[in-house]
Nanobody, 123 residues
Framework: QVQVVESGGALVQPGGSLRLSCTASGTFRMVNVMGWHRQAPGKERELVATITSGGSTKYADFVNGRFTISRDNTKNTVYLQMNGLEPEDTAVYYC?????????????????WGQGTQVTVSS
């Protein structure tokens, strides 16, 4: 099994910054993609950013250069540095990790999600 745990959510004022962290643990061959999604009350979950094991990144349009995703492959940890936070960024932020793992002697894909961490941007 692969477990994903994220942290770093907090209450922050508009214009402030936060850094979210997420670590995948368990027995696996490779964590290929890690990323962040978010969900605000009454809205659908939406992608924020993803990063591959090779360092290729993708961002949602609303990021507008404010966020930076990075990862430490040795620690199987992904980070989301968020600057210039706005009230519209208020949401539960979920981390996910995708890759391959051993099930017996067979390789299977996995896509695991964390429980989420609350980010609240308010004055």
């Amino acid at each position: 099994q692969v477990q994903v745990v994220e942290s770093g959510g907090a209450l922050v004022q508009p214009g402030g910054s936060l850094r979210l962290s997420c670590t995948a643990s368990g027995t696996f061959r490779m964590v290929n993609v890690m990323g962040w999604h978010r969900q605000a009350p009454g809205k659908e979950r939406e992608l924020v950013a993803t990063i591959t094991s090779g360092g290729s990144t993708k961002y949602a349009d609303f990021v507008n250069g404010r966020f930076t995703i990075s990862r430490d492959n040795t620690k199987n940890t992904v980070y989301l540095q968020m600057n210039g936070l706005e009230p519209e960024d208020t949401a539960v932020y979920y981390c996910n990790a995708e890759g391959n793992r051993w099930v017996g002697d067979v390789v299977h894909d996995f896509n695991s999600w964390g429980q989420g961490t609350q980010v609240t941007v308010s004055s």
